[in-house]
């Protein structure tokens, strides 16, 4: 009998692991989203999702708890937990809940650039006109990888006591500690759950080896052990640093957009990436905590999901809900519909060049001088061979792999004090970096790297070395072909250099529109300096303090310390008259007043390369007349793309309906760009712009058009005039095929008074088919 029994607990015990080992390795991490919180207790939002994690989890609270990782329950609710595909069904059934998601994995969208744009130097960073002191009373918050707080960017010299009402902690961990936080950085926080959840093993092997937490590759903390997160801070409202550069490069006085403005920091980004999970959960703090602006340089690869899938859009609709600016990066895909942070709400920057380059100089044997980009700060002593990578193939490789200088691929014996001419495959993810790393172990001394697409982007290679486009790179090849057994090259050092023009240009990886979720919204809406930024670095990596990175990431910081000088002049401002603001005072031209050009085929630009254009924040705080916006218009934008009533209940926890919406398209959105995607005869779009300067006299405007190609377009009344600050005045534009035209043309809709220009883009796309129909 005995013996039956322990046969009998041994087979149970044998079935619980099995189940217990199934649904650990089927569970995965799913983000529950269930709206807004329509002002319920934070508690009684938690026992609600350890409630419904009950209920999918019959006869065991232990195992409910234990699947739970965060409770959003301050900017919106719901809830991220480790649930079965089965589980995840079940709950996305149920009352109240709008979506639920995978865990998703978002990537980085990874000085003088202030100087270029049009600010001043000092530490003020006073435009001529308004004073921007206020801007102490600044929060901006970054999701991000976290901050290096010893940096002299991030010093609290001279910076008053803390904004009253900021309910932000400094939340202690590996190597960082409530003292770390000061009058310039007021909070700091991180989070790891969704990450760990994902990637557990990844972050453990990062801590196994080394006791000295200093020299750790990663912590647990809002230490920033990437970069990144002090590169984008630093570059909004990083403080005044007198002898900034890189390895000598670049040298000089840099600072932040907004250096008095506060920095509370939200870490939800590691080596390989940030999570969904964690992102909400920042959101969720950072609502809490009294930021006025949050800074996002990251996003999801193309293309986007829907709004309410997408911890972004989610989280940006929230904070901008309750009256907080967020400014996100377009990403770096740069192929045509590879634009990422779609949602309306949402300010989306665009990257572009400055006017300094950094090249080094080639010579070759034949006395031809040529330069290409780099950082590099090696330099060759003598000149010496120069050869295809293709001619050193080593092993099993082919030419055509030796020619991208691959790993492993170089026969050491050919390479052997020689320059290599390399190749890098167009929109390729190899590190060029390594490419150097590669060359050097087969005892090469140099390289030159041809890239057609990327050409601008500066290396810092491990060699002397830099890169060329397709056109120098075949000139270089034709002299090594010619010259067989004598072609030679010596490269120097990396220089930086300043008026180089044309600029600004839109950078090659700046990913560009349509929308491809809603086309009737611009994507990207604004562009501004993400090529060689020279910014605040952690020394945990490579052991620097400063760093030049480009990105659309690091255009992002460029406009989020713009909406920082914006909302110290204007604090009472919304998120979209800011946005309103950047956009209609946007330029199109470059410095020599010269259409802006797109790399790498210096193309020229369009709407869906720079937005509205080149931020100017010598123009920004007076823009004359703002298209403002109220959370009801994103709900009415929600109701015209489909959302019912059902659907967005729980989204705002409100009485919105979609009966009485005020326009029935999203092109009817009181957004700062006029899109009508699909034209099938004539079509009208109503706009409402509201007086931001404070007037004296009666001030009338009047409407000059420049209409895209083949469109006849009108707008009424032509002339509008305004008596007092804040009043409101709508208008009709109506477009009208006049010709044919195929794909998307691109005009402007200026409102002018005196020298006060209000500039909106018109982009319009003709239908197919059915030409003689309405819209």
């Known amino acids: 009998m005995s013996s039956s029994i322990f046969l009998f607990l041994t087979f149970f015990f044998h079935l619980y692991l099995t189940h217990l080992t199934i649904f650990t390795y089927a569970a995965k991490v799913y983000v529950v989203y269930m709206g807004n919180t329509d002002n319920d207790d934070p508690n009684d939002i938690v026992v609600q999702n350890h409630r419904i994690l009950s209920s999918v989890h019959p006869g065991s609270v232990e195992e409910a708890k234990a699947a739970h990782l965060y409770s959003y329950k301050h900017g919106f609710k719901g809830f991220a937990a480790k649930l079965t595909e089965d589980q995840a069904l079940q709950i996305a059934k149920m009352e109240g809940v709008v979506s639920v998601f995978e865990n998703t994995k978002r990537q980085l969208h990874t000085t003088h650039s202030w100087d270029f744009i049009g600010l001043n130097e000092e530490e003020t960073m006073e435009i001529p006109g308004f004073s921007t002191k206020n801007q102490v009373n600044v929060i901006i918050g970054f999701i991000d990888t976290g901050i290096w707080p010893e940096s002299p960017s991030f010093s609290d010299t001279d910076m008053p006591p803390v904004p009253a009402g900021w309910r932000g902690i400094c939340q202690s961990g590996e190597a960082f500690n409530a003292s770390n936080c000061n009058r310039k950085v007021i909070g700091a926080r991180y989070y790891h759950s969704g990450y760990e959840a994902e990637e557990h093993s990844n972050l453990e092997k990062l801590h196994e080896n080394d006791d000295d937490p200093k020299k750790k590759v990663s912590f647990r903390s809002p230490r920033d052990s990437n970069g990144h997160g002090s590169h984008t801070a630093s570059t909004a409202a990083g403080r005044y640093v007198q002898n900034m550069s890189y390895n000598g490069l670049a040298g000089g006085g840099a600072r932040g957009g907004a250096p008095m403005a506060r920095i509370a920091v939200y870490k939800t980004c590691w080596d390989s990436g940030c999570y969904d999970a964690d992102i909400l959960a920042a959101f969720d703090d950072a609502v809490r905590d009294g930021v006025n602006i949050i800074s996002l340089s990251l996003g999801p690869d193309a293309p986007q999901g829907d709004y309410f899938s997408d911890a972004i859009s989610i989280g940006s609709f929230h904070a901008v809900s309750r009256g907080i600016t967020v ?208 910014a605040a670095w952690s020394p945990a990596v490579g052991k620097m303090n400063f760093n030049i990175l480009s990105g659309t990431s690091m255009a992002c910081p460029h406009v989020t310390g713009i909406v920082a000088l914006i909302k110290a002049v204007n604090p009472t401002w919304s998120p979209s008259a800011i946005k309103s603001a950047i956009m209609t005072t946007a330029t199109v031209f470059d410095k020599n007043g010269k259409p802006m050009r797109v790399d790498p085929d210096g193309r020229r630009g369009n709407a869906f390369d720079y937005g509205s254009g080149f931020i100017d924040p010598t123009t920004v705080l007076d823009p004359g007349l703002v298209y403002d916006a109220e959370p009801t218009d994103y709900k009415s934008f929600l109701c015209s793309i489909g959302y019912t009533e059902k659907m967005l209940h729980p989204i705002t926890r409100d009485n919105s309906t979609c009966n009485n919406q005020a326009f029935s398209t999203p092109s009817g959105l009181n957004y700062p760009a006029i899109l009508v995607p699909n034209l099938k005869s004539t079509f009208s779009v109503s706009r409402t712009l509201t007086n931001v300067r404070k007037l004296r006299q009666k001030t009338a405007y009047r409407a000059v058009v420049t209409p895209p190609r083949g469109i006849e377009v009108s707008v009424h009344p032509h002339r509008i005039a305004f008596n007092r600050y804040g009043q409101k005045v709508n208008f009709t534009v109506t477009f009208k095929i006049s010709a044919p035209s195929q794909g998307y043309v691109f005009g402007y809709l200026q409102w002018k008074h005196r020298n006060s220009r209000v500039t909106t883009p018109l982009i319009v796309r003709v239908a197919p088919s059915n030409l003689g129909a309405a819209v």
């Open 327 to 534: 400014v996100s990066s377009v990403g770096n895909e740069g192929t045509k519909g590879s634009a990422t942070n779609l949602a309306p709400w949402l300010i989306t920057v665009a990257a572009s060049s400055t006017d300094r380059e950094f090249t080094s100089k080639l010579v070759m044997g034949n006395g031809v001088r040529l330069k290409g980009e780099s950082l590099s700060v090696h330099q060759m002593r003598t000149p010496a061979r120069i050869i295809s990578a293709s001619i050193a193939n080593r092993g099993y490789f082919t030419p055509y792999q030796s020619s991208y200088c691959l790993e492993s691929s170089l026969n050491h014996t050919k390479t052997r004090g020689k320059v290599l001419l390399c190749r890098h495959a167009e929109r390729s993810t190899e590190s060029k970096l390594a490419k150097s790393e590669v060359v050097k172990a087969a005892g090469g001394v140099g390289m030159i790297l041809v890239d057609e697409t990327d050409k601008d982007v500066a290396i810092p290679f491990v060699i002397p070395a830099a890169i060329v486009g397709k056109r120098m790179g075949n000139r270089i090849l034709s002299y090594i072909t010619n010259n067989t057994r004598n072609a030679t090259s010596m490269i120097f050092a990396s220089k930086a250099k300043l008026g180089s023009q044309p600029a600004p240009r839109v950078a090659s990886f700046s990913s560009k529109g349509p929308n491809a979720l809603t086309p009737e919204i611009l994507k990207p809406d604004i562009a501004a300096p993400g090529l060689n930024i020279l």
